[in-house]
C-alpha cells in the first residue's frame, strides 16, 4: 500500500472540493466501523456530507434511501454501528444546532461530544486514516474558502493523532 499522504488544496481557485473523499472515508466508517472515530472542529454545521440524488448508495440506506445525509447523519450512523464517536467543537451559537442534534440521539455510551472553547485544530480520523488540515466542517470550510486538507491512509499517523485525542479529550467533558 503507497502511504503517501495526499493534500488536497479546495476553493474557488482550483475548483476542487473535499466532498467526494469525505463521503468515502463516512462511507467505509459506516460500512466497517472503527473502534473509535474522532471529529475535531472549532465550528461545526451539519452540512451535507453524502449525496444520494442518483441512488448510488441505495443498497446501504435500506428501504427508504434519503437523497442526501448530513455530518450529524453519517456520525450517528458511525455510532450506532460500533464505532465510538467523539465530537469536539468550540461552545458557540454557530455549533450548537449541530451538537445538540448529535446530544439528542441518547447514544451516550458511543457518541461522545465535548466543548473546549480553546480548540483550533481540525481533523476526522478513524482506525486506519486521517483528514487533517485548515478546513472547518462548515459550508464555507467545505465549499468556499480556499484550504488545505492533507489525507492520510495507513502508517502510524492515525494512531498517534487518536491517542493525542484521546489525552486532551477523552476523559474531560
Known sequence: MDLTPRTL???????LSVDSLLAAALMAEILSPSRE?????????????IDNRHGSFDALFGDTPPHAWRLSDALLRAAGAGSDVYVVARPDSHNEPFLRRLEAA???DTLHVRRDADVHEKTLCGQEWLLTGSMN???????????AIIYKVGGPDA????????QRWRSGS
Open 9 to 15: 488544496r479546495t476553493g474557488a481557485k482550483t475548483g
Open 37 to 49: 472515530l474522532w471529529l475535531v472542529s472549532p465550528w461545526i454545521t451539519d452540512v451535507r456530507v
Open 159 to 166: 494512531g498517534q493523532a487518536r491517542l493525542d485525542l484521546a
Open 137 to 147: 466542517y462548515t459550508v464555507r470550510g467545505m465549499s468556499r474558502n480556499d484550504e
Open 106 to 108: 441518547r447514544l451516550d
